[in-house]
Structure formats: C-alpha cells, structure tokens
C-alpha cells in the first residue's frame, strides 16, 4: 500500500456491476486531425449547486451531440442527480431544480456512469468549459474515483478567436446567442443549455471551416496561440 | 428495439419537447399525434446553414433526405439560360421541402440555399417513410403539399363565415347527394287532377312527365298549376302534357349545388332534373338548394328582374350583400361569388335599361350596352363602379352622329339609374352617356386601331380597359366582331404587345427577397398594409389579358384566359394551376375583408394588413404574391423586357 494512501479520501462503494461499469468505459481519444465534420462531439451543460468549485455539488447533467455535422438528436442525455442532503440555496432561483426533483433523481454513481458511457471517447463541447470540466472532475473522482481525461474545448473561447471583430466584454452564453440570433428555448435547464451551446458550436464550425481551421487539433492549436496572445496583450 | 416503439414511453426530454413545441405552431404538425411529432422530432438532426450555402442541389441526385425550416430562410433558384438565375419560392420558419422529389424519389429541381443563417430540421427518408406510414396526417400533407394548406384554408373560411351564420352546408355538395326523395313522375296522358293528386299526396312543388325509358319530357310545378286555376276555361280532365314546361333543363347528378343554382338564377326556374344516362333519377328544387337560407338566390334574381321601379332594385342591392355572407358560409369560391354577383349585377343593369326605356320611350335604334373593366371580366365585387358604352349601328359619320343624339339621354338617364343602385358613377366618365362612348360599330372599330397603333401610355391604359368588353343587354354580335378586330390587330403588332407587357410589369407583387412582404403606410393609417387588388391581383389579370390577346383567346375573365392559354399550351399546366390557385386567393382574402368591413361599418378599401392575418393565412398570400412576380418574370423573359 502506498505510503499516502491514506491522504486520499476513501475509495467510493460501488457495486460489482458499478465497478464492472467503470472498468469498461473506453479512456479518450486525442483530438485529431480529420475534418470537423467527422468528429463526434458531446455538448455539456451542468446545473450546479452554486459557483464554489471546491464545495457546491452538480445538481443535473444535459448533454446533447454534435455528429456528422449536425445536432443528432436521438442522442440526448439528461439526468437529474440525486443529493440525499440537498437543501435549496440561492441558486434554486436560477436552475429552478426543487428539493422534489433532486430527491426524484438517480444516483449519482449510476447517473455518472451512464454520462461517462455516454460521452465515450470524445472531446467534449462547453461554453466556460472550464467550470464543467472542474466541476465533473470532482463529481467523477468522489462518486466513481474516476479521473476526467477527456479534452475540452471552451465555446466561450471559441467565439471571440473566431469573431475577433465583434466586442462583447467578458461575453456569456445569453451575448452569443443573442448576437447570433439564435432563438434559445427554456434557458438555465441543462438540456436546453446544452442544445443552445451546441447550435452555438455549429455556427462557429461553420465559420471555422471557413477561416480553413477545419480539424479538432488545428482548433486546439489556434485556441492555444489566442490564449497566449491574450494574456500578453492584457500585461502579464 | 425499434425507435419508435421506444418513443413516448420514457418521459419527453427537454430538447425534445421543446422542437415539438415549436413544430405545433405550423401545419402540419399541429394535427399530428404527439407520439408521431416525438418519433419525427428524435429521429432528426438539425444542422446548420451559413448565409449563402447550398442545402440541396440537383446534382446531389435523389433526395435523401426531409427538411424542416427551424430559424433562417431558404430561398429555392433555378437557373435559365436567357434570365439567369430566378428565385422560385421562398421557405421560413415551420415549412419544409423538398416533398415532390422525396416522394417522387428523384433530385431537387430547384437549387435550394440559405437566404440567410438558417437552422433546418432534416429527416432522413428511412424515417420520413416510416412516418408517411404512421401518420395520416402527415402523409396527407405530405402528398397534397401546398393544396393541402389551400383546402385548410378553406375549411378555415367555411367553420368563421359558419359561425356568423350558424349552418353546415356546401355549394360543392353533389347534387345526387341533395336530391335525397324519389322525384314524383307520371306519364304525358296523366290527367292534371290526377297529376295534382299526387304531388300533394308526396307534398312536392313539382312532378316530372317521363316517357317509357324515364326520359324526362316535361314538368309542371306549383307555378304551372297557377296558371291552369287561373285560365277559367281549363280542362283538369285534360292531359298534362298540355299543361307541362315541354323539354325541362336538367344537370347531371354530379353536377354541384353551385351549377344547379347559377342555372335556376339564369333561367328563373325552381327545380331541376337530374338525368343519368338519359334516366330521371332525381329533382333538386330551390328549397332543396336554399333551404337553410334566408334569402335566395333565384328570388332574388327574379325579384331584380320584374322590379317596377328603380327604387325596388335599390333595396334589393343590400340583399345582394346578405347573399355574398351567406354564400361565403356555404363554402363558395371567390370565383363563384364574383360569378354570382355579376350574374345579379347584370340582372340589375338590364332591369334599369328596361325601366329607363319605358320611363323615356323607345328610342327606336336598337343599340347594346356594354362593359368594360371588372365588370367586363365577370370579376366584379360588392365593390364596384361604372364602366360603361353604347354600341350600334350606323351606315356612315352622319347617321351615327344622328343616333348618338338619340340615345345619350337615354344612356345618362341609365347611368344615373344605375349611381341609384350602387354602381358608383365613373371618375374617369367612362359611361355610355358619355359622347365619346356612344358609339358605332365603326367608330369604335376606329378608336380600338388607335390604341394599338399609337401606343402612348394613356392609350395602353384605356386597352387595359376597354379590351375587356362585353355586351350586358342588347344585340351580342357586332360586339363580337369588334373583339374580332382587336385580337387581329393585337396578334400583328409584336411592339404594341412589348408595350402592354411592360406595363404589366409596372405593378410589382408586394413580396421582397429579404422581408417578407414589402408594405406601405397609406395616409395615416396605423399599420403598413398592401393593396390585395393593385398589387396582388392585377398583375394576373394584366397578364392573363396581354397573353389572351396575343393569342388569339376569345375570353375576358382571368382564370377562363388562364386556361385557354394552357390549352393552347401558351402557359405551362402546372404554372397554369398555380396561378389560378394564387388568384382564387388573393380574391377570396379581399372578399373577405370586404366583408369585415361591411360588417364593421368601415369604408371599402382592398389594403390589408398582413399581420391581421393568421399564420397560414398569411402563409399562402406570400406564396400567392409570389405566383404573381413568376408570371411577371416569365412575361418579361418572353418580352424580353
């Protein structure tokens, strides 16, 4: 046994099919150098129990698929988790998500578990990807002792490298989709979000393809060199 | 397991439910089943469309896939040799394409592009088959495309105008269907006391003498009996053929109510035959046609036409309007109002001639009265102002100038008569009191050359007039000679034909490539509006009438032009089809406003407001108007304009 084994929080209990579950989800794939098009891309939005990335829990999990170019949409997930202590805080006011409908929802393990089954092997699509991927990280690692591998690729960023004549100061998802026209459905629903999102991601591929960065890798690439490039014109 | 057995039993996702929302706002998926809507909108991928791109091509090959609009616009092009690239139709948000060639199972004719960013649902034809199978709705629509929103739309008009009225009956009705009793018949040697008996034993208005194959010889009616109790010297022992309306007008039993009554109103008759393969198989009365019905027709007519003075006929105009409301519950046309309506306003301006020669006297030249525009075309609405001639006979400038001299007091008296009883006097004095339109044969003769001849813009105006004429009352035949003379004309003189197109082109349909209808605000009206006559019908009739000329067509109404263009394969059938359909349209949509506004107490006008409309409603005027700037674009090919 490790000599820190003991720093680390105790491993979850999963069941024998949990755990057959888990050691047969497929790890990720790098992002590759095929076309845009030919990438199968899974579009997540979460509803969290506020903004602490340390404390807050993920409340509910939307995520819709971009595939062959198109929003498929007989590929949907949607999941209510269920939080056995939950007690409504501010943020009730936003997501809407009441106690019933928390105590209604699935286990976490097995909810993250049909996610990750969900997800497979591909990158995944969010706008301020940062956030979900944090927050997923530590619902995977606490529920599942999961490590989050995949790739993100934040549509908040793509946006400006692909628009960088439009200003929108610190712009969220509700700027996008209002500058673009896009006739948003139920908003601040994790499904609903997650679509939004991914019609997002489906004008700024096609502008992409357009500016001939038409493959997952060039686009990581292109956000890398526009990272880099903001932090230097913002003084650092 | 099978998608779609899988649908509906788990609760809807959110993004489902939401895109099926969205798709109940449209025909036809706001009368499709819910587990079918959820089956189309999981087995969907919604894809996206920059400004600029192409959706679907002809040389993509057979179509593979259904397209539903979700946000944007799609704009379908074809391309022409001579004119470049036309754009055909125009789809927005709840509409979908390609159905003829998906169902035919071959490429798009028409290049399909986004107008702007657009958003389309797309269904691939795997499904699309399935759901053709599924749902009969969505295979009804799918196979009878736009007619299909036509027909709702008239369903539509039928259960608002219904409710104003509080009846369920169609003038398409059969009249096999109508004509539900056993006709009473005898035989030509029935004595009429026998005759009598039996209509009152079956409670009839009339009996129908038939010969031994059931032929129909004669009928005799209640009105017949009248006059037989009236002649005091009758013989009830005599036979009934001597009594009888010899050789009786019948239709076939599928003929429509509507035919049934336009030939009572022609010949003031009340009842009639319905023959088969020479057989008597029924009798349709007016009861039977009107029976629900406050006012009716053939009164009316009859009234009109036996009315003892002019005052008479004025009120029974407003009885004409009460008729227009119910016909349009009954599930008229527009084409069949308009044909009902001048058949009564010609029974009106015969009466007033007939009044106004028994007021002044003979004038002891016989003449015939003639119209022109609208009226001219039997397209005339409740709406409708005079435009009027005389025509006759004289053997040189002498003796015409003689008889002119002779009728023009009669023909202003006739014109004043008619202002009486709605037909609002002319503003550009084109009435027969007139001098200049009290004319010879010859000299009109002479005045139409001119029009053709010099084609100044005042004189393309007065051909888009007058070369719709028509006789109302008196002799047909110099008339026809006259129209005779024009078509001649027309069809040598390709520069004034160039000329008469291009002022056809001078109306342009209110439907722009970037907005949805190009609207003006007229005065100080609230809302921009457009004008459903000027802008939506007269570029069909101006076409129609240029093209009828040109080739040699006899007829002055739009839609009979129409169709003798596609017979003489001037005009392309399906382009036939569709403007016909466009026209009716655009008519019924104005009647209906006339109607509105009579209602309310409002001044006519034909300026409508297309967000007074509803969605499908609104729909299918965009696509009627773009009908109209297709038959604009194809003269102007033709014309090279």
Redesign the interface.
């Known amino acids: 046994m490790s000599l820190f084994a003991w720093l680390r929080p105790s491993q979850p209990a999963l069941d024998a099919a949990q755990q057959q579950r888990l050691a047969q989800l497929p790890g990720p794939a790098p992002l590759q150098d095929h076309t845009l098009r030919a990438q199968r891309w899974v579009v997540l939005d979460l509803e969290t129990t506020g903004l602490n990335l340390n404390r807050d829990q993920v409340l509910s999990i ?1 995520a ?1 698929v971009i595939e ?7 590929q ?1 997930f ?1 999941r209510t988790l269920h939080r056995h202590d939950h007690k409504p805080g501010p943020s009730v006011l936003i997501h809407g998500l009441g106690p019933s409908a928390i105590a209604a929802g699935c286990v976490p393990a097995d909810a993250l578990l049909d996610l990750m089954a969900f997800i497979g092997d591909s990158p995944l699509l969010a706008f301020h990807a940062g956030f979900d991927q944090r927050m997923l990280s530590r619902a995977l690692k606490d529920s599942l002792g999961y490590r989050l591998q995949h790739p993100f690729i934040d549509v908040a960023e793509l946006a400006p490298l692909l628009n960088p004549d439009v200003v929108l100061r610190d712009a969220g998802l509700d700027d996008w989709t209002a500058h ?4 948003a ?2 908003r601040h ?1 994790a ?2 979000d ?2 939004v999102t991914a ?1 997002l991601a ?2 700024l ?3 992409a393809r ?1 500016q001939h960065i038409d493959s997952p890798l060039l686009l990581e690439h292109r956000l890398q060199g526009w990272r880099r490039r903001r932090q230097h014109s913002h003084g650092f | 397991m099978d ?1 779609f057995d899988q649908a509906g039993k788990t609760a809807v ?4 439910h ?2 099926m929302q969205f798709l109940q706002r449209f025909p036809p998926f706001n009368q499709m089943e819910n587990a079918h809507l959820a089956y189309l ?10 400004s600029g ?1 192409s959706i679907i091509k002809p040389a993509d090959g057979p179509v593979e896939h259904f397209y539903i609009v979700k ?1 944007g616009r799609v704009v379908g092009e074809r391309n022409h040799a001579a004119t470049g690239t036309e754009t055909t139709f125009e789809i927005t948000g709840g509409e979908c394409f390609p159905l003829a060639a998906l169902l035919g199972e071959r490429a798009t004719r028409t290049e399909h592009l986004a107008a702007e ?1 657009t ?1 389309c649902l ?1 269904l691939n034809k795997a499904a699309f088959i399935r759901l053709f199978a599924l749902s009969e709705v969505f295979r009804d629509f799918a196979l009878r495309g736009v007619s299909s929103l036509l027909d709702q739309v008239n369903q539509q008009v039928q259960r608002r105008a219904v409710e104003t009225l509080g009846n369920q009956y169609s003038l398409n009705t059969r009249l096999g269907e109508l004509a539900m009793r056993h006709p009473v018949t005898c035989v030509p040697d029935t004595p009429v006391r026998e005759a009598v008996r039996l209509m009152h034993e079956q409670q009839v208005g009339s009996i129908v003498i038939v010969d031994e194959q059931r032929a129909p010889v004669g009928i005799f009616t209640l009105r017949d009996l009248r006059q037989v109790v009236a002649d005091a010297s009758a013989d009830f022992a005599a036979p009934i053929a001597a009594h009888m309306t010899a050789a009786p007008f019948y239709l076939s039993p599928q003929a429509s109510a509507f035919d049934a009554a336009i030939a009572m109103t022609e010949r003031h008759i009340a009842h009639v035959c319905l023959v088969q393969d020479q057989r008597l198989c029924g009798v349709v009365s007016e009861r039977d046609l009107f029976s629900l019905q406050r006012v009716d027709l053939v009164h009316l007519a009859r009234t009109i036409r036996h009315a003892a003075r002019v005052e008479n006929l004025v009120s029974l105009r407003g009885e004409i309007g009460q008729l227009v409301e119910r016909m349009l519950a009954h599930g008229a046309s527009s084409t069949q109002i308009t044909h009902i309506i001048t058949l009564l306003n010609d029974h009106t301006v015969c009466r007033v001639i007939e009044l106004a020669i028994q007021d002044k006297g003979d004038p002891g030249v016989p003449f015939s009265w003639l119209c022109f525009g609208s009226e001219g075309r039997r397209e005339q609405t409740l709406h409708t102002d005079q435009d009027n001639g005389i025509l006759f006979e004289a053997r040189d400038a002498a003796q015409a100038a003689e008889i002119r001299a002779r009728l023009l007091p009669l023909a202003q008296h006739i014109n004043q008569g008619l202002a009486q009883c709605g037909f609002t006097l002319c503003k550009g004095n084109i009435m027969a009191g007139n001098p200049e339109l009290c004319l010879s044969r010859a000299e009109w003769a002479r005045r139409f050359a001119a029009f053709i001849r010099e084609a100044t813009p005042e004189n393309l105006l007065a051909s888009s007039i007058y070369f719709d004429l028509r006789v109302v009352w008196g002799d047909e035949q110099a008339c026809e000679q006259l129209r005779q003379g024009i078509l001649d004309q027309v069809a040598d003189n390709r520069l004034f034909q160039r000329m008469m197109a291009a002022n056809a082109l001078r109306q342009r349909p209110p439907v722009g490539r970037f907005r949805e209808f190009v609207l003006t605000r007229s005065g100080n009206d609230k809302a921009a509006t457009l004008d459903l006559k000027v802008q939506g019908l007269t570029p069909f009739v101006d076409g129609a009438r240029l093209l009828a000329l040109a080739n040699g067509v006899h007829a002055n109404n739009t839609l009979e032009r129409l169709r003798q263009l596609v017979g003489k394969e001037v005009i392309d059938p399906l382009d036939g089809g569709a403007y016909e359909e466009a026209y009716h349209f655009i008519q019924q949509t104005r009647m209906q406003q006339h109607q509105l506004q009579t209602r309310q107490n409002l001044p006519y006008s034909n300026r409508v407001d297309p967000d007074s409309l509803n969605d499908l409603d609104r729909r299918i005027l965009r696509e009627s108007l773009r009908q109209a700037q297709r038959l604009q674009s194809s003269l102007a090919l033709r014309y090279q304009l």
């Open positions: 939307g819709v062959d170019g198109a929003i498929d949409f007989s949907q949607e673009f026209g896009l006739q459905g139920e629903h499904s609903a997650a679509q019609e489906l004008i591929f096609s502008q357009r | 998608a996702l959110q993004n489902i939401g895109t909108v999981e087995q969907c991928q919604l894809r996206f469309y920059a791109e946000q960013d958003f797309q």
